[in-house]
Nanobody
Framework: QVELVESGGGSVQAGQSLRLSCVAS????????MGWFRQAPGKEREAIAS???????NYAYSVKDRFTISRDNAKNTLYLQMNNLKPEDTAMYYC??????????????????????WGKGTLVTIAS
């Protein structure tokens, strides 16, 4: 059984940084795409960063040049380094793996096995 567990969220001031982690238990499809989504109150969940098995990364325009996605295979952990945070980054952040929305929006060339895995999210709040 696959389980994605996020951590690292919190409340910080604008301009500060946070690093989110996502531990993937039971996940073996490392040749598919992994990534991060976020959902602000009253808004749709949006894909913001992806990492394909060949190391290719992709970012939403709103976070490009501020956020960095990476992975530690030995720890089965996906990271999202978030710098220069802004109040509009306030949202629940979700880890995803082998998800059709990642393939559709950020990883069009990736392998897809139909897993559609989500974590439960970690809350990020940025004060102005």
């Amino acid at each position: 059984q696959v389980e994605l567990v996020e951590s690292g969220g919190g409340s910080v001031q604008a301009g500060q940084s946070l690093r989110l982690s996502c531990v993937a238990s039971g996940y073996t499809r490392w040749n598919s795409c992994m990534g991060w989504f976020r959902q602000a109150p009253g808004k749709e969940r949006e894909a913001i960063a992806s990492l394909d098995s060949d190391g290719t990364t992709n970012y939403a325009y709103s976070v490009k040049d501020r956020f960095t996605i990476s992975r530690d295979n030995a720890k089965n952990t996906l990271y999202l380094q978030m710098n220069n945070l802004k109040p509009e980054d306030t949202a629940m952040y979700y880890c995803a793996a082998d998800h059709w929305r990642l393939k559709d929006q950020l990883c069009p060339g990736s392998r897809y096995y139909g897993g559609d895995y989500w974590g439960k999210g970690t809350l990020v709040t940025i004060a102005s």
